[in-house]
């Protein structure tokens, strides 16, 4: 599961599916430094006074960027709201922390192909772990620096080398390790980053998951 923000709620209420968010009890059960939303007004007065901030009762967002907003039964409709908010705002998050390139094989030339091949294939940079997403006929590939580049495998069959050829390379490379849409990690993610999903193998490679 990929973890893209918590909701602490000491009541354990999970009335949105966990997909791209997890329900924790406390702070410290958050064990990756994304986005919090806190759950109820007695908590968010204390974590508050606890993290050194003035409480506004209208305003949902701390200094510090992390949330709060009240429980179901304190008032229903503010908590459907805010948590729904709380979402698109961590996919927002997510979307905008990657530089994405499109890579055109017909364009670049030589040199490029040849650092790319150097870089997905011979794992130029010396990584432990590459995480590769594999979607249909696009290959996602994270370099460094929070970027991630495209390659289309219908482009690079057209260009005369089979998509079987490209897989076998990648998978030549033991450092690289390859999602696919159905892989059990991205169970309820994949969905989420429709149009954007170049941002997953970011996600992967960062290890937004626990």
Not at 23 to 38: H, T, Y
Not at 70 to 78: A, H
Not at 113 to 139: H, S
Request: aromatic share 16%; charged share 30%.
């Amino acid at each position: 599961m990929l973890i893209l923000g918590y909701i602490i709620s000491k009541t354990g209420d999970k009335f949105f599916s966990e997909d791209i968010f997890k329900f924790v009890p406390s702070e410290k059960d958050c064990v990756l430094d994304v986005p919090k939303l806190i759950v109820g007004l007695t908590e968010a007065k204390k974590y508050a006074q606890e993290h050194g901030f003035e409480f506004d009762i209208l305003e949902h967002v701390y200094p510090d960027g992390n949330w709060w907003t009240f429980k179901k039964t304190e008032k229903r409709d503010i908590y459907e709201k805010n948590v729904a908010k709380f979402k698109d705002y961590i996919k927002k998050r997510a979307v905008s922390s990657v530089k994405y390139y499109y890579v055109n094989l017909f364009k670049i030339p030589y040199t490029k192909k040849k650092t790319l091949y150097n870089i997905i294939v011979k794992n130029l940079y010396n990584r432990k772990d590459n995480c590769v997403f594999c979607d249909g006929n696009m290959i996602y590939y994270p370099l460094k620096d929070n970027n991630v580049v495209g390659i289309s495998l219908e482009i690079i069959e057209y260009l005369g080398i089979s998509k079987e050829k490209v897989m076998d390379l990648i998978k030549s490379n033991q450092n690289n390790k390859i999602y696919y849409p159905t892989s059990q990690i991205l169970k309820d993610t994949r969905s989420q980053f429709s149009g954007n999903e170049y941002v997953i193998p970011f996600l992967l490679q960062n290890k937004a998951y626990k």
